[in-house]
């Protein structure tokens, strides 16, 4: 079976392949993906996770999306900006996200996590953003630094 791969979105089809990318999801290779039970979303004090439970509950039932056993969880919050939790499907446990403008990019088999991703042509300006790169620990994404 397949790698799944989740676009969301104005994310570019192909873009995580293109050569310009600086990261690839078989860089942060995930040796195994959870097919256990989902747990129940701990919430906890997260207001926003609160504020969209029923998202978290379908997305975490309906397995994990990103890095073997995670759930990445988006949804619009205003024109042209969605937000996104991280919901571990094994434990429960809820991570904030933050806004993007232009979505996300990232696999099941994969910790890469690829924040407003665009087409090479798309000019790197203010008002567009910039692709960002992060690391999924299991617990927090860390930035990756930007090759020149």
Known sequence: MGAERRR???TPVGLAESPL???RFGDFRIAERYQ???????LGPLVIAQEHLEAIQASVAAGPNFA?????VRWACGPGSQHFVIADVMRGAIHDGFDTRWGLDYNVES???????RPPQTPDDVEAGITRYFRWTGERLVPL???S
Do not use: K, N, Q
Request: overall charge negative; hydrophobic content about 45%.
């Open 68 to 72: 073997g056993h995670f759930s990445v």
């Open 145 to 147: 630094p930007h090759h």
């Open 36 to 42: 256990g039970p989902a747990a129940v979303p701990e």
């Open 8 to 10: 969301d979105f104005a």
């Open 111 to 117: 910790a890469l996590l690829i924040a407003d991703p």
């Open 21 to 23: 990318i600086p990261y």
